[in-house]
Nanobody, 128 residues
Framework: DVQLVESGGGSVQAGGSLRLSCSFS????????VSWFRQAPGKEREGVAA????????????TYADSVKGRFTISLDIAESKVYLQMNSLKFEDTAMYYC??????????????????WGHGTQVTVS
């Protein structure tokens, strides 16, 4: 079974940076993806960034929500079994619980909540 544990959340001022980490264990058969989602109070969970886990590590296949393009970067360290989300130029509207997710899915569904089988418990990010 796949297990995911997030860390690295916290409070930061607008314009600042944070790096979230997701430690994972287990293997995913088929077309593996790892991703980050977020959920703000009163809002639906939304996809932030996703990466295809089976591609060329020198040119990873990634996708981002329009709201974070150019500010957030997802990366995968297979040797360390970690997925990272580097968040720069943080805005108040980035405040949310951030979740790591993994699963076997198709590329067009990479930022869809229902596509993922495995989830972490989340880490809170607060931007003031």
């Amino acid at each position: 079974d796949v297990q995911l544990v997030e860390s690295g959340g916290g409070s930061v001022q607008a314009g600042g940076s944070l790096r979230l980490s997701c430690s994972f264990s287990g293997a995913i058969a088929g077309s593996p993806f790892v991703s980050w989602f977020r959920q703000a109070p009163g809002k639906e969970r939304e996809g932030v960034a996703a990466m295809y886990g089976g591609g060329n590590p020198m040119s990873p296949l990634t996708t981002y929500a329009d709201s974070v393009k150019g500010r957030f970067t997802i990366s995968l360290d297979i040797a360390e079994s970690k997925v990272y989300l580097q968040m720069n130029s943080l805005k108040f509207e980035d405040t949310a619980m951030y979740y790591c997710a993994a699963g076997a899915l198709r590329w067009p569904d990479a930022l869809k909540v229902d596509s993922y089988q495995y989830w972490g418990h989340g880490t809170q990010v607060t931007v003031s």
